[in-house]
């Protein structure tokens, strides 16, 4: 019998931060289960693809250095995606620069988003509207099917066996709490004072651990020692991401602020309470966990949200949508747990 040739790879392009990567790979589930036999390969900005390791379905992961060379290295991408002859290339980014890699792909289904500057060179275009409520996960669906399923298939990363085991060691103590204190934009970030108060007010039998990447270490390590509690642990800066959403995994409950934390707690199924200051849920980032809770201002505020992605400081200098958040409000979802 003549062997069948696997139809033309498909290459997903997402050059965004770690959160767009995660909430990616909702679409490799979902090509997986339609098309199990086309090969899928990702494009990531360079520090992401540690997200893909071992992931059973991505053949390759391509990476675009933005930091060293960045636009002579979008030519050089350019260069390698034509040849391989791609049967279909996604864009999951609305910049010309992602535009520029999937319309002259030389793929035969050029996709992205309408509002992409070079939206006119694609075979297939899909809407975008953020603040309708609509999860960016159904976003990215609608770029390669018109009828999205339902339920929503959500994001999945896969913690190696290392992974696994650096978690186990961790969790190996008991019962614990994790906590992602810490965001890239200041207005998205729940204050440190708020943090101590949940720290004091979490039931103290819990062992809780900060997680963060090495841009956190310093935060997370002043939370701990100003906690006054012997079992709070700084970890971050001391394990994957991975292995990180292999800790949460077993967690008791997961706290984080709207960011890429709260992601991996959707990739793995984890149980998250989500704290959303200057943001909004309605954005279309929330969480997708089977067990989740989102926190915000019962305060009606007219200037809230200030932003898609936050901002250095409050714009008006009272951050009310961050002070005005109870611990309470924290305290519900873990109590939920117990």
């Not at 399923?149 to 709490?177: F, K, M, N, Q």
């Not at 279309?284 to 966990?289: I, V």
Request: charged letters at 15%; hydrophobic letters at 45%.
């Amino acid at each position: 019998m003549p062997i069948t040739p696997p139809p033309p790879a498909t290459l997903l392009i997402q050059t965004a931060f770690i959160g767009d990567v995660i909430l990616m790979t909702a679409l490799l589930e979902y090509l997986h289960q339609t098309e199990p036999a086309t090969p899928v390969d990702v494009l990531v900005r360079r520090g992401n693809e540690g997200l893909l390791a071992g992931h059973p379905h991505v053949r390759e992961a391509l990476i675009w250095d933005k930091k060293h060379r960045k636009y002579a290295a979008l030519w050089d991408l350019l260069r390698q995606i034509r040849a391989r002859k791609y049967g279909r290339v996604v864009t999951l980014q609305r910049f010309a620069s992602t535009g520029f890699l999937t319309a002259f792909s030389k793929a035969r289904e050029r996709v992205g988003f309408a509002k992409n500057p070079l939206s006119r060179f694609f075979t297939r275009r899909a809407p975008h509207a953020i603040g309708d409520g609509t999860h960016e996960v159904t976003r990215n669906l609608r770029l390669l099917t018109d009828a999205v399923p339902t339920p929503l298939v959500p994001p999945r990363l896969y913690p190696s066996a290392a992974d696994e085991a650096t978690a186990a060691g961790y969790a190996a103590a008991g019962p614990y709490i994790c906590l992602a204190p810490t965001s890239v934009w200041f207005t998205k970030q729940y204050p440190e004072a708020k943090w101590l108060e949940l720290l004091a007010a979490l039931p103290q039998h819990l062992r809780v651990y900060l997680l963060g990447g090495p841009p956190d270490v310093a935060a997370c390590e002043r939370l701990a020692a100003a906690s006054g509690r012997a079992n709070v642990t700084s970890i971050a800066g001391k394990i994957g991401l991975l292995a990180s959403a292999a800790l949460m995994r077993g967690a008791v409950m997961n706290y984080v602020n709207d960011s890429a934390p709260m992601h991996l707690c959707s990739a793995v199924g984890a149980p998250v309470t989500a704290v959303f200051c200057s943001t909004v849920p309605a954005f279309g980032f929330g969480p997708l966990s089977p067990v989740s809770f989102v926190v915000e201002t019962e305060e009606a505020l007219a200037c809230r949200p200030c932003g898609l992605h936050g901002h250095g400081a409050c714009p008006l200098g009272h951050f009310r949508c961050a002070y005005g958040i109870e611990v309470v409000q924290l305290l519900a979802s873990v109590s939920s747990e117990l």
